[in-house]
């Protein structure tokens, strides 16, 4: 029983701290926690189908369909961050003063919460599946398998009491910094995402320029552990990095912070400067 | 068609890295590799083939080769790896850590 909770447990880790990030961001947000719930339960539905069609999946495009798939979902992911983290910088400050000044959830529809329910739903598409893959092995191979099962169960359990961790340790910052260190800890998401895409798509035999390690420091975190799998989501941390994922994950970074530099940038109208 | 479409831009896409590469095969039965350790020739691509002849799915899951494919019950999967350096790189069934392991050694 316990090792399948702690199987279940480490795939739901980087759902539970993606929902976790999300609600913090999206905190003060009306209509926020039926988008966040539309983006688990579309999840849960995809994972599900995704598991199911594993097969299928894994057959096309020569043996690389499953690769190839885990990079769009996670390229799709990036995208979905980056343009939250623009909107944010645009009207972030605006809600923020707002929620000042008044103290409760004012902004309603504006934002787009969509892009965040669908980071959210590719979340738990991802790693859903495979908890479901463990959890069909377990059922499929015998009846006596009960406990197994109630550990899986619990384990998913401990994933969500690990999201509202999060979620309850980011509402611990104060209100004024809390949206600027979730829109970094977006974009931290967001690269260690894009960076994760990219080894895919080498594993797929799609795209391997610069594909050599640049480093190894597995003697100092290894990304199997809790710490090192947290790490990995939180930041991208990867003990093998290759040269092409180091390459897209600084130049996501960059991306980001250029497009909220651009999108904060006052509508004022420009004076002639030359 | 479209299928077709895909495997010949595919293939075109693959056909530099399967050149130079060398095959191999993991079996899985009773949750289990066989060979649990397979030697590759270091600074190559190779493609392995995991085999998986029990009922259920498993995750062949490797860090220090920064693998991780799902192989669902009586099915197979292709992974590609290397190039490597000399050395010894660890891997597991992930749904059977306790018994599904092996390694791959660079040389």
């Known amino acids: 029983m316990l090792g399948a909770l702690i199987i279940v447990f480490r795939e739901m880790l980087e759902a539970g701290l993606i929902v976790g990030i999300v609600l913090a961001a999206t905190q003060g947000v009306a209509g ?68 000042r000044s008044i103290g409760v959830a004012v902004s309603e529809g504006a934002r787009p919460l969509t892009a965040l329910a669908v980071v959210v739903g590719l979340a738990v598409l991802r790693e859903g599946s495979e908890v479901v893959l463990f959890l069909y092995g377990i059922v499929a191979s015998g009846t006596s398998m009960g406990s197994v099962f109630l550990g899986g169960v619990l384990g998913i359990a401990c994933g969500a009491a690990f999201s509202a961790l999060t979620y309850y340790g980011l509402l611990a910052i104060p209100q004024r910094y809390i949206f600027a260190v979730t829109s ?42 809790i710490l090192g799998r947290l790490m990995h989501t939180l930041i991208g941390y990867t003990e093998r990095p290759t040269g092409m994922q180091l390459i897209v994950y600084v130049c996501t970074l960059v991306a980001m912070y250029l497009l909220m530099r651009i999108a904060r940038a006052p509508e004022r109208p420009r004076a002639a400067t030359v | 068609m479209k299928t077709l479409l895909a495997a010949c831009l595919a293939s075109a896409l693959l ?93």
């Open chain 1, 184 to 225: 970094w800890l977006i974009a931290l998401l967001a690269a260690g995402m894009a960076a994760q895409a990219v080894q895919f798509l080498n594993n797929g035999g799609l795209l391997t320029a610069f594909d050599n390690t640049m480093w190894d420091t597995s003697w100092l975190l290894s990304e199997g552990s």
């Open chain 1, 32 to 99: 926020r926690g039926r988008w966040i719930a539309i983006g688990i339960g579309g999840g849960l539905a995809g994972a599900a189908i995704v598991a199911a069609f594993a097969g299928a999946i894994s057959e096309a495009f020569q043996g690389s369909g499953q690769e190839l798939f885990n990079a769009c979902v996670l390229a799709i992911a990036v995208v979905m961050l980056m343009w939250h983290n623009a909107w944010m910088a645009r009207h972030g400050r605006e809600i923020a003063a707002e929620m």
């Open chain 2, 15 to 107: 056909a530099p890295a399967l050149a130079r590469a060398d095959d191999f095969t993991l079996t899985i039965k009773d949750h289990k590799f066989t060979p649990s350790e397979l030697k590759v020739a270091a600074g190559k691509r190779h493609t392995i083939t995991v085999v998986n002849n029990d009922a259920t799915p498993e995750e062949f899951e490797s860090h220090a080769l920064k693998i991780e494919k799902v192989v669902v019950g009586n099915g197979k999967g292709v992974v590609r790896i290397g190039p490597l350096k000399a050395g010894k790189y660890p891997f597991v069934g992930e749904y059977h850590e306790d018994t599904a392991k092996g390694v791959i050694v660079a040389e």
